[in-house]
């Protein structure tokens, strides 16, 4: 008997089981694949979560990261540098998930790797999650099993949409000279291209924010991935759900709780995954300690929480996509291409501004455009 079983080893679920057993409690990770497991990722994380850790992130890093292009099909570039106290920190998911499972482990919580659950049960007070060799009982759950996984459904909690996006890996023969972050818009229809180079690999990833799933990934990454001197054919593509918040809703049942992607946490203008899902996790471990010291209201709690501290704010963030993917090319003139652009990117990034701070200019100035004479 377990205090607490977390279902999937990512980010979210790797913190949650660090945070609880920090506490004393006793934990265990269940992840489906082999540790440690590849995910596609472009893999930018914002330094400023170096302070939720009491451990040093330094080892799980690839690389740091100031400079930044843009383009409006593969045309009219815009370069800047990030202004923040940080540069963007860019990670292999294997090792930075890993470096996360790790730390959980060496504190006492119980790995179990190449494990899928089969089922869930709650009786008694007590969860019993079923895998093919053997059950597990534990007085809390937590879904952490991503926007693919089936812990959201088992656990009874509203359906959410899943994109598909793409990423496709391209192994480099030696270390870029100078690399750049770079975002691409207008190749895919409501929607961006990335480019996150890590030391010995292109990442690049494709998403499309608004209407249906994309057509023809391939074309675009096979596109993009010449512009920047490679062959798409040398690569490997990857597919993976994506499930954007939509809307603050209960993320709380039964002694259970979902995080990061489980629970659609994902930044609906930037596609932001980690650092959301970290924030889960440490907020699901703390309901979870107060809970097992019989604070009634402490899952209810946690909803509210990341309704309020998270939920609140991206909320702008989610008008923000619907004006600027509905005419990506006035939002690329009009607010990518501003001075500002970027300095406002890498603070809300950083956790520095809220887009509650600048929502309604940039909402204003976008649908301005739309109508002749009106820009501002």
């Excluded at 209407?211 to 040398?234: F, I, R, V």
Aim: glycine share 8%; net charge neutral; hydrophobic share 40%.
């Amino acid at each position: 008997m377990f205090d607490c079983i977390v279902v999937g080893a990512g980010p979210a679920g790797s913190t949650t089981a660090y945070q609880l057993a920090q506490q004393g409690r006793s934990v265990l990770l269940i992840e489906k694949c082999d540790l440690p497991r590849y995910k596609p990722c472009t893999g930018a994380v914002a330094p400023s979560i170096a302070k939720w850790f009491d451990f040093d992130l330094t080892p799980a890093i690839d690389q740091k990261l100031r400079r930044i292009r843009y383009t409006w099909q593969l045309e009219d570039p815009i370069e800047a540098e990030l202004e923040t106290d940080e540069p963007m920190w860019i990670v292999c998911r294997d090792v930075f998930d890993q470096y996360l499972v790790d730390q959980a482990s060496k504190i006492g919580v119980t790995v179990r790797d190449s494990t899928p659950v089969l089922g869930i049960e709650f009786q008694k007070q007590m969860w019993t999650v079923k895998t093919e060799h053997e059950s597990f009982t534990a007085h809390y759950l937590v879904g952490a099993d991503g926007a693919d996984g089936p812990m959201a459904k088992w656990l009874g909690f509203k359906s959410e949409k899943v994109r598909q996006s793409y990423v496709l890996e391209l192994d480099l023969a030696t270390p870029l000279q100078n690399p750049t972050m770079a975002f691409e818009f207008g190749l895919v229809k409501q929607g961006c291209l990335w480019n996150f180079p890590k030391q010995q690999r292109h990442s690049l990833g494709i998403a499309r924010f608004l209407g249906d799933n994309l057509k023809n990934p391939e074309q675009s990454l096979a596109t993009y991935a010449q512009s920047l001197g490679t062959c798409a054919e040398a690569g490997q593509l990857y597919n993976h759900g994506l499930k954007l918040w939509n809307g603050n809703r209960p993320l709380h049942t039964n002694q259970a709780l979902l995080v990061g992607e489980a629970a659609a946490l994902v930044d609906p203008l930037t596609a932001e995954g980690i650092r959301p899902a970290i924030f889960s996790g440490i907020k699901a471990a703390k309901a979870i300690d107060s809970a097992l010291d019989g604070n009634e209201q402490a899952l209810a709690n946690y909803s509210q929480t990341i309704h309020n501290e998270w939920g609140n704010d991206i909320q702008w963030s989610q008008r923000i996509a619907k004006v600027f993917f509905r005419v990506p090319k006035i939002g690329y003139r009009v607010g990518i291409k501003r001075p500002t652009a970027t300095k406002r990117l890498g603070q809300l990034l950083a956790g520095e501004i809220h887009y509650a701070d600048l929502a309604n200019r940039v909402i204003k100035r976008l649908s301005n455009s739309f109508l002749p004479g009106r820009e501002t």
